[in-house]
């Protein structure tokens, strides 16, 4: 009868684990939801790309979502909260106390792309976890990054 449970704990384990990950975006997947932003951006401008990523679903998809930073650190769209929209960010730390924004600009003004490490909220789990986010730079005056939860 030990044995029975054991083995069924082990297979519970295991299929709580595909599930999880099932929910959870790739860096790939995180870097195709930059470029599709980049092209929306290119084709319909500043406002329509905006509007589709902080009120509709069109970037939305699981725990990925987009967000757009003017070069000062103000936020302009935020797929996962409207709330972030209109404010600045700039002087943001993470729990770790690194300045996440500063972070993402100093990538975007050099290479104008790369991976930035961090802490957020899960918008899955609500919970604070390990994040790594893409960034690019768009256009003249914003950047366009995506994130992951790490397990």
Known sequence: MRIVFMVLAAVLVLATSAVADS??????EAIAMVKRVQEKFA???AQATFDAITNT???RDRDLYPFVYDLDGWNVAHGANAK???KLWISTKDQDGNFLIKEMLAIVDG???GWVDYKWPNPLTHKIQDKSAY?????????VGVGVYRP
Not at 23 to 28: A, D, V
């Open 111 to 113: 290479p104008r792309q």
């Open 23 to 28: 929910e959870s975006g790739t860096r790939e």
């Open 135 to 143: 960034v690019e730079k768009l256009g003249d005056r914003y950047f």
């Open 43 to 45: 084709k319909e401008g």
């Open 57 to 59: 679903d069109e970037f």
């Open 84 to 86: 972030m929209v209109g």
